[in-house]
């Protein structure tokens, strides 16, 4: 056990035991590293580990949200429904870590407090919250872009009486709904998968819905040994196809615009994908220029709001669900659901606008809006995440002349191809901010960065340099290059977390890459190719 004085010296710190975390360690031990990994939980697995609410599953197919990088792992491993549950891929990221045995360089229940760079040795000082000092060259972060939750500032809060859970802090013991009155407040995808799950067995549900957001039905369903068969005899062309699609996922793109068609042509694309076609982010794909054209992306709009009128008996309580014209289609993460909608038909089901009826406070014994008081047993916050800066701007991160990270950032992120940040050598960062990242499949796109930073490394120790920088000017015009694609879609319109339109104060700037997953990745193995293009090494 090391005192509060002895540093621990590794080659990489890497921060955070998730997909990330767990993947770099993998990359770094092959190339003859040592490092470690520092994990704030009390277990590995990250979002996995930390949203263990119920109904809590991924929205990319299992078949695609996993590891490609062992061949034997994709055929070992067993997922049991199209969208496994979230207790499934915590097992399979435990798996992993045995499987590699990657265990005995993680460290548990250590969050990380500081990191100085040293301009002199060149190396990261990293520090815990318990006082534990560990030096390295270099220093990943894969802290996560959806790992700090937002905790609402409504009046009494702490005031509640009754059980308080938070989405992304859930109780690893079984919570008991029955009987009681719930409220759930937000309607973002947390919400969305909980709320038909606690539907059926409250005695009352109340759901506070500031936004109404856009969801499609996941048209989920268990895995047969014959579907399982026929990917895994073909998986690495679906890996492949999965690399071509611009977000990491194959999703079966349709190129023609949603101007050209005829208006029942248009409808049976959305209906195919609404319905067959596997459901989930499809409908994202109908046509070319949901997500560039307003008139194409209000077709979209429209179909889903049809649907909501024809599933959602009251017609009022359709409509507060239906989502509002300032919201464009597919600009903030889409929902996929199992049953969201049908489960407002529900008598034990009610829906509260809080955008027309703001939340005033919580009381000892529910929570008053603006018009009407709630008597509750249980809250719920699914109020979601300080979304991809959030876990970097907590730690106190320190480069060149003791520069700030976050005096940096305070006008937004800056990156150099999401990977690294001038001013901060040795540093990189798994899908942060100007990378496809929230956008793409995530665990392929941390492939990419994790392969990416390994062979990166790689060239500056055959080199014999000691650092590794992003150069200011190469940033500047990545950072401007993110801004002018992201500009020529409908994306920044929408008030999403995106843009960090969730968090009171945080500058508003689109965070993620948009141009895609293959054209992204081309530019970073063009830069690699160039010898780095845009880093400096010395
Ligand atoms: P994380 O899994 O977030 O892990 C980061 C870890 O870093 C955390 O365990 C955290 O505790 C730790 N950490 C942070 N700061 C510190 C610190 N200072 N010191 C020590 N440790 C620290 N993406 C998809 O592509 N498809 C999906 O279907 C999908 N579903 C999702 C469902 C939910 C409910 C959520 C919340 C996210 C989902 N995502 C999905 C996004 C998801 O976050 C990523 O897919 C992926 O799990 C991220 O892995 P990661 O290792 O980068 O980060």
């Known amino acids: 056990m090391a005192t509060s004085n002895s540093k621990q010296k590794f080659d990489a710190v890497i921060v955070g035991a998730g997909f990330a975390g767990l993947y770099q360690l993998y990359c770094l031990r092959k190339i003859g590293l040592t490092a470690r990994v520092l994990e704030a939980g009390e277990g590995i697995g990250g979002t996995w580990f930390w949203n263990c609410y119920p109904g809590a599953r991924c929205d990319v197919e299992s078949f695609d949200y996993s590891y490609s990088f062992s061949k034997e792992l994709e055929q070992e491993w067993e997922w049991s429904e199209r969208y496994a549950p979230q207790g499934e891929i915590l097992r399979y990221i435990n798996h992993v870590a045995d499987r590699f045995d990657l265990r005995k360089d993680i460290q548990l229940n250590t969050r990380v407090q500081q990191a100085i760079f040293n301009e002199t040795t060149n190396c990261w000082t990293v520090m815990t919250e ?69 539907a059926e067995q409250a005695a009352h549900l109340t759901v506070f819905q500031r936004t109404a957001n856009y969801s499609v039905p996941a048209q989920n369903e268990p895995v047969s040994k014959e579907l399982a068969r026929e990917v895994k005899a073909h998986y690495e062309e679906r890996r492949a196809r999965g690399r071509e699609a611009i977000t990491g996922q194959y999703l079966s793109a349709n190129e023609v615009s949603a101007l050209e068609v005829s208006s029942e042509e248009r409808q049976a694309e959305f209906e195919f994908r609404w319905r067959g076609a596997g459901g989930g982010f499809r409908m994202l794909r109908a046509f070319s220029d949901l997500l560039r054209d307003k008139t194409a992306n209000k077709y979209a709009a429209e179909f889903i709001a049809s649907k909501i009128t024809n599933i959602v008996q009251d017609p009022a309580v359709a409509e507060v669900l239906i989502p509002k014209p300032d919201l464009p289609f597919g600009t903030k993460r889409l929902c996929v659901d199992t049953n969201y909608y049908e489960t407002f038909n529900r008598p034990n089901v009610e829906l509260v606008d809080i955008k027309a009826s703001p939340i005033k406070e919580i009381t000892p014994h529910g929570l008053c809006t603006q018009e009407r008081e709630f008597e509750l047993d249980m809250i719920v916050l699914a109020t979601g995440f300080d979304a991809m800066t959030g876990a970097l701007m907590r730690i106190d991160i320190r480069g060149i002349g003791d520069k700030r990270l976050k005096d940096k950032w305070a006008e937004g992120p800056r990156t150099y191809l999401g990977l690294a940040i001038s001013g901060f050598p040795n540093m990189f960062v798994i899908t942060g901010p100007g990378s496809p990242s929230v956008l793409s499949n995530m665990v392929h796109s941390i492939e990419t960065h994790a392969d990416w930073i390994t062979a990166c490394i790689s060239r500056i120790r055959e080199r014999g340099y000691a650092r590794v920088e992003a150069d200011g000017n190469a940033e500047d015009k990545w950072v401007d290059h993110v801004n002018e694609v992201a500009n020529r879609t409908l994306y920044p319109v929408g008030n999403s977390w995106y843009v960090g339109a969730n968090i009171p104060g945080k500058p508003r700037i689109f965070m993620p890459y948009v141009a895609g997953v293959p054209a992204y990745r081309k530019i970073i193995e063009e830069v690699a190719q160039k010898d780095y293009d845009g880093f400096v090494f010395s």
């Open 130 to 198: 318990s006082g534990e000092v560990f030096e390295s060259t270099f220093c990943i972060m894969a802290t996560g872009c959806l790992s700090i939750p937002q905790k609402p500032s409504i009046n009494g809060l702490d005031s509640f009486k009754g059980e308080l859970y938070f989405s992304n802090a859930w109780p690893k013991e079984t919570v008991h709904f029955a009987g009681k009155r719930v409220g759930v407040i937000g309607t973002g995808s947390s919400g969305v998968q909980m709320v038909p799950i606690i």
